[in-house]
């Protein structure tokens, strides 16, 4: 959560860490020395997201009208393809 309040938007974490004054010293003092004093803050921003989550995955899976737009392989609706016309992938001697 330190990170997601300090870095710039779209940042990474390695371009982050080395730009951080202090570096992974500085982090470390932070994180588990609680030198700021953010670490109730932080602890509690980490539960809040935690308790929002939702994975729209498993949501998907347990809606039929979602799950419609998905297959579960690239032929599984049977279309022919426009080169060959089978309805089935190649295998591995006919692609040569």
Same mark, same amino acid.
């Given at each position: 959560? +330190?990170?997601? &309040?300090?870095?710039?938007?779209?940042?990474? /974490?390695?371009?982050?860490?080395? @730009?951080?004054?202090?570096?992974?010293?500085?982090?470390?003092?932070?994180? $588990?020395?609680?030198? *700021?004093? *953010?670490?109730?803050? *932080?602890?509690?921003?980490?539960?809040?997201? $935690?308790?929002?989550? @939702?994975?729209?995955?498993?949501? /998907? *899976?347990?809606?039929?009208?979602?799950? !419609? @737009? +998905?297959?579960? +392989?690239?032929?599984?609706? &049977? @279309?022919?393809?426009?080169?060959?016309?089978?309805? &089935?992938?190649? /295998?591995?001697?006919? !692609?040569?």
């Amino acid at each position: 959560m +330190f990170y997601i &309040r300090t870095a710039d938007r779209l940042e990474r /974490t390695s371009t982050w860490l080395e @730009r951080l004054e202090g570096g992974l010293d500085h982090l470390k003092d932070v994180v $588990v020395h609680d030198s *700021l004093g *953010l670490c109730d803050e *932080l602890e509690a921003l980490m539960a809040a997201h $935690v308790d929002a989550y @939702r994975d729209e995955w498993a949501q /998907t *899976l347990d809606d039929p009208e979602r799950l !419609r @737009r +998905f297959a579960s +392989f690239v032929n599984a609706r &049977r @279309r022919r393809t426009p080169r060959s016309g089978s309805c &089935r992938s190649a /295998t591995r001697s006919s !692609r040569t």
